[in-house]
């Protein structure tokens, strides 16, 4: 684990962040508090691809006819 002042961590950020980038741990301290430099992973974005289109699963889906008419359960809420 490296720690060391901001002061000094300026100078020698580069050196710093191949540290991080190997794995290690980098500590900078300034008045009482401590920072951590980490290394945050880049995430490829996920390729396109398609465009959903509207009517794609016809046929797949079954509405039934009653699907709008009320729950038989709420009837007696209903009335």
Do not use: H
Not at 24 to 32: A, F, K
Not at 49 to 64: F, I, M, N, S, W
């Amino acid at each position: 684990m490296i720690r060391i002042s901001v002061e000094e961590a300026q100078k020698r950020f580069g050196e710093l962040l191949t540290a991080a980038r190997a794995g290690e741990i980098v500590e900078l301290e300034q008045n009482g508090d401590t920072f951590r430099l980490t290394v945050v992973p880049s995430r490829p974005r996920p390729p396109v691809t398609a465009v959903p289109k509207a009517g794609r699963l016809k046929g797949q889906l079954v509405v039934p006819n009653d699907f709008d008419e009320p729950l038989e359960e709420l009837r007696e809420y209903m009335e």
